[in-house]
Protein backbone atom coordinates (compact mmCIF):
# COMPACT_ATOMS: atom_id res chain seq x y z
CA UNK A 1 0.00 0.00 0.00
CA UNK A 2 1.44 3.09 -1.29
CA UNK A 3 1.65 6.18 1.38
CA UNK A 4 0.50 9.47 0.69
CA UNK A 5 3.64 11.89 -0.14
CA UNK A 6 4.67 13.54 3.07
CA UNK A 7 3.30 10.96 5.13
CA UNK A 8 5.71 8.98 7.50
CA UNK A 9 5.34 5.42 8.64
CA UNK A 10 4.30 7.01 12.22
CA UNK A 11 1.82 10.23 12.56
CA UNK A 12 3.98 12.83 14.73
CA UNK A 13 2.41 13.25 17.81
CA UNK A 14 1.58 17.02 17.18
CA UNK A 15 4.08 19.73 19.27
CA UNK A 16 0.95 20.83 21.60
CA UNK A 17 -0.19 17.83 23.07
CA UNK A 18 3.19 17.01 24.45
CA UNK A 19 3.66 17.33 27.97
CA UNK A 20 7.62 18.09 27.88
CA UNK A 21 6.83 20.48 25.31
CA UNK A 22 3.82 22.02 27.30
CA UNK A 23 6.30 22.34 30.38
CA UNK A 24 8.71 24.07 28.61
CA UNK A 25 6.54 26.75 26.84
CA UNK A 26 4.74 26.87 30.94
CA UNK A 27 7.96 28.08 31.78
CA UNK A 28 9.19 30.58 29.02
CA UNK A 29 5.64 32.42 29.49
CA UNK A 30 6.40 32.33 33.21
CA UNK A 31 9.38 33.53 32.86
CA UNK A 32 8.82 36.65 30.89
CA UNK A 33 5.79 37.18 33.00
CA UNK A 34 8.11 37.61 35.75
CA UNK A 35 10.49 39.70 34.38
CA UNK A 36 7.94 41.74 33.25
CA UNK A 37 6.47 42.56 36.60
CA UNK A 38 10.21 42.13 38.54
CA UNK A 39 12.18 43.79 35.98
CA UNK A 40 13.22 46.57 38.39
CA UNK A 41 14.57 44.14 40.60
CA UNK A 42 17.06 42.88 38.68
CA UNK A 43 16.69 39.37 40.34
CA UNK A 44 16.44 35.87 37.39
CA UNK A 45 13.05 33.90 39.37
CA UNK A 46 16.19 30.99 40.19
CA UNK A 47 17.61 34.47 42.31
CA UNK A 48 14.28 34.98 43.73
CA UNK A 49 13.96 31.24 44.78
CA UNK A 50 17.50 31.23 46.94
CA UNK A 51 15.99 34.31 48.35
CA UNK A 52 13.15 32.95 49.37
CA UNK A 53 14.78 29.15 50.50
CA UNK A 54 16.93 31.08 52.68
CA UNK A 55 13.98 33.61 54.06
CA UNK A 56 12.77 30.04 55.13
CA UNK A 57 15.76 28.52 56.28
CA UNK A 58 17.75 30.88 57.55
CA UNK A 59 20.80 29.36 57.21
CA UNK A 60 21.63 26.81 54.81
CA UNK A 61 24.61 25.31 52.76
CA UNK A 62 24.74 25.44 49.28
CA UNK A 63 23.79 22.16 48.61
CA UNK A 64 20.88 22.04 50.15
CA UNK A 65 19.30 24.86 48.68
CA UNK A 66 20.26 23.36 45.24
CA UNK A 67 18.21 20.54 46.32
CA UNK A 68 15.55 23.37 47.77
CA UNK A 69 15.28 24.35 44.21
CA UNK A 70 15.86 21.74 42.48
CA UNK A 71 18.99 22.85 40.46
CA UNK A 72 22.62 20.97 40.47
CA UNK A 73 25.18 22.75 42.38
CA UNK A 74 27.01 24.44 40.04
CA UNK A 75 24.50 26.76 38.34
CA UNK A 76 23.00 27.12 42.21
CA UNK A 77 26.10 28.05 43.02
CA UNK A 78 27.12 30.57 39.92
CA UNK A 79 23.65 31.92 41.12
CA UNK A 80 24.52 32.79 45.12
CA UNK A 81 27.66 34.27 43.88
CA UNK A 82 26.02 36.70 42.17
CA UNK A 83 23.61 37.38 45.18
CA UNK A 84 26.19 37.72 47.33
CA UNK A 85 28.48 40.64 44.91
CA UNK A 86 24.99 42.23 44.95
CA UNK A 87 25.20 42.17 48.73
CA UNK A 88 22.03 39.88 49.59
CA UNK A 89 23.48 36.84 51.11
CA UNK A 90 26.42 36.19 53.24
CA UNK A 91 28.32 33.25 52.22
CA UNK A 92 30.88 31.77 54.59
CA UNK A 93 32.97 28.97 54.50
CA UNK A 94 31.78 25.97 57.22
CA UNK A 95 34.14 25.60 59.89
CA UNK A 96 33.18 22.01 60.25
CA UNK A 97 33.74 21.35 56.79
CA UNK A 98 35.94 23.79 54.61
CA UNK A 99 34.28 22.82 51.10
CA UNK A 100 30.82 23.90 52.49
CA UNK A 101 29.30 27.20 52.13
CA UNK A 102 26.68 28.68 54.54
CA UNK A 103 24.17 31.01 53.32
CA UNK A 104 22.14 33.09 54.49
CA UNK A 105 20.31 36.40 53.92
CA UNK A 106 21.48 39.97 54.60
CA UNK A 107 19.32 42.72 55.67
CA UNK A 108 19.50 44.12 51.95
CA UNK A 109 18.11 40.63 50.56
CA UNK A 110 15.67 40.50 53.06
CA UNK A 111 14.53 44.01 52.10
CA UNK A 112 14.74 43.12 48.80
CA UNK A 113 12.55 39.78 49.26
CA UNK A 114 9.87 41.93 51.13
CA UNK A 115 9.85 44.54 48.22
CA UNK A 116 9.06 42.71 45.62
CA UNK A 117 7.34 39.93 47.05
CA UNK A 118 3.82 41.40 45.26
CA UNK A 119 5.19 41.38 41.79
CA UNK A 120 6.44 38.38 42.07
CA UNK A 121 3.35 36.82 43.17
CA UNK A 122 1.46 38.56 40.67
CA UNK A 123 3.85 36.92 38.03
CA UNK A 124 2.56 33.76 39.21
CA UNK A 125 -0.87 34.96 39.46
CA UNK A 126 -0.19 35.88 36.04
CA UNK A 127 1.05 32.44 35.08
CA UNK A 128 -2.04 30.79 35.92
CA UNK A 129 -4.96 34.00 35.22
CA UNK A 130 -6.16 32.43 32.01
CA UNK A 131 -7.99 29.04 34.64
CA UNK A 132 -10.75 29.42 37.03
CA UNK A 133 -9.83 29.84 40.46
CA UNK A 134 -10.87 26.07 40.98
CA UNK A 135 -8.69 25.05 37.79
CA UNK A 136 -5.57 26.95 39.10
CA UNK A 137 -5.93 25.32 42.34
CA UNK A 138 -6.44 21.74 40.76
CA UNK A 139 -3.30 22.47 38.04
CA UNK A 140 -1.50 23.38 40.73
CA UNK A 141 -2.19 19.94 42.74
CA UNK A 142 -1.31 18.14 39.59
CA UNK A 143 1.96 20.12 39.36
CA UNK A 144 2.57 18.98 42.83
CA UNK A 145 1.38 15.47 41.86
CA UNK A 146 3.93 15.01 39.13
CA UNK A 147 6.69 16.49 40.79
CA UNK A 148 6.67 15.06 44.17
CA UNK A 149 6.00 11.29 42.12
CA UNK A 150 9.15 11.89 40.11
CA UNK A 151 11.09 13.56 43.35
CA UNK A 152 14.29 11.32 43.08
CA UNK A 153 15.01 12.48 38.93
CA UNK A 154 16.41 15.63 39.34
Sequence with gaps: MARKPG???VDPWPLGERPGFLARRLHQIHVALFQERCAA???????YSLLSALAVRG????????ADVALDRTTT??????????GFIQRAVR?????ARACKLTAAGAALLKKMESAARA???DTLASLSKSDQKRFV???????AAN????
Aim: glycine content about 2%; cysteine-free.
Design 151 to 154: ASRT
Design 59 to 66: TADQTTLA
Design 141 to 147: ALMQHIV
Design 7 to 9: KTA
Design 95 to 99: PDDRR
Design 123 to 125: AHR
Design 41 to 47: FEITPLQ
Design 77 to 86: TGALKRLQTR
